[in-house]
């Protein structure tokens, strides 16, 4: 096949069983679950576990994996000391794709070799809890470091979500809060084969170390066209202001044939199903607070209502990223966390995608189609123009 496909759109890359995506219909399931059935009935660690080993888990699978991840949400405090060398204005995202490079040096046992370490599920299994179970002390890290602070260290007697909010504010988790952040990372764990998960999957296949290979993932992922969206949009809101201006800069936008952030997606043609269920959270929140939210939702629904009008027709809707930074905003965080909680939460499905590419690896090599000269001939320096 010498046929050039922009962006590989549509061409398979792999064989899996980890998610599945109906476009049309906005199905989203992941090995074989709804994710409408995971928000309302799982919790995160219990979906990360579903990803990684293929079921569901028993009672005490499920209590053994909590218990390591919590155990190992600790980083070495050499790792603190880089981080106090970075620029305090850098992003979050580039502070995460440095950090998580080097927990590889600090932590032995993390390069997946040509022997047997590869295809020991015990060494894929250890590294994937470190890794997830780490994330997201140092993303809550890193919020009070830039800042000039002590980071919070973890604790072991709240979830996975409880323990975020916690580092990240030193306060104990508002319950609401802890589940409707529960519900975003489980949303945002895991969707087939996007950009960061190819990614993921090409640095897989090299034999790369874990942490090289989620480095790899964090980088995709951090461009505006991918995970950076969610930042966009929380910008685009502010910048129209109030919901009364929402159709004018609609049409603004669309007549200068610029991108409405939050809208469309490669694989759904109606409304994106994790953009359903954030809606939903943010509407349940407004009645439990009588109403008592930011402004910032109210302009969002008059964004979507102003541009599916004019987009629907295109099969253009709203997609993850339109609403869940709306609800971040509502937890306080700062927008330029966005991305690295939304990386904090892939990181499940990029190692379930890791342990399956090590299953059955070949590394990739795509093809090329050569637009350029042929048997040009060679001018010496002193009679080039």
């Not at 981080?83 to 390069?111: I, W």
């Not at 090289?212 to 930042?231: C, D, E, F, K």
């Not at 910048?239 to 049409?251: M, N, R, T, V």
Request: proline share 5%; net charge negative.
């Amino acid at each position: 096949m010498n046929e050039y496909v922009p962006g590989l759109e549509g061409v398979p890359a792999t064989k899996s069983n980890i998610s599945f995506i109906d476009g049309e219909k906005g199905l989203l399931a992941y090995r074989g679950y709804p994710i409408e059935v995971l928000t309302k009935q799982s919790t995160f660690e219990e979906t990360a576990l579903l990803l990684l080993d293929g079921e569901l888990p028993n009672a005490h699978d499920l209590e053994e994996f909590d218990r390591q991840m919590r155990k190992n949400r600790r980083v070495k405090f050499r790792i603190r000391e880089l981080m106090r060398q970075l620029p305090p204005t850098g992003h979050p995202m580039d502070m995460l794709q440095s950090m998580v490079a080097c927990l590889g040096m600090f932590y032995p046992g993390s390069d997946c070799l040509t022997g047997d370490a590869c295809e020991d599920l015990n060494y894929v299994h250890n590294m994937s809890v470190k890794i997830v179970a780490r994330m997201p002390t140092m993303i809550a890290m890193w919020e009070h470091i830039h800042n000039g602070y002590d980071p919070i260290e973890p604790r072991t007697d709240l979830t996975h979500a409880e323990n975020f909010l916690w580092m990240l504010t030193g306060t104990d988790p508002d319950p609401e809060m802890a589940r409707i952040l529960d519900v975003c990372l489980i949303l945002h764990a895991e969707h087939t084969i996007n950009a960061s998960t190819f990614a993921v999957l090409v640095a897989g296949s090299t034999l790369a170390s874990p942490y090289a290979v989620i480095t790899s993932g964090i980088a995709a992922l951090s461009g505006p066209l991918h995970g950076g969206a969610n930042q966009q949009v929380i910008k685009m809101l502010e910048e129209i202001g109030s919901p009364e201006k929402a159709g004018a800069y609609i049409e603004k936008q669309l007549s200068a044939k610029k991108k409405i952030w939050g809208f469309g997606h490669r694989e759904y043609s109606v409304k994106d199903p994790r953009a359903v269920i954030l809606e939903g959270l943010m509407h349940n929140l407004v009645e439990t607070r009588s109403g008592e939210v930011g402004p910032l939702f109210e302009i969002a629904l008059a964004v979507e209502k102003a541009a599916t009008e004019r987009l629907a027709g295109k099969g253009i809707y709203p997609n993850v990223d339109f609403y869940s930074g709306v609800l971040y905003r509502e937890m306080g965080i700062e927008p330029d966390q966005f991305t690295s909680i939304f990386a904090m939460a892939r990181c499940a499905g990029w190692l379930a995608h890791w342990k399956e590419q090590l299953g059955q690896n070949r590394i990739f090599r795509p093809t090329q189609v050569y637009t350029g000269e042929r048997d040009k001939a060679y001018i010496s320096i002193d009679k080039r123009g």
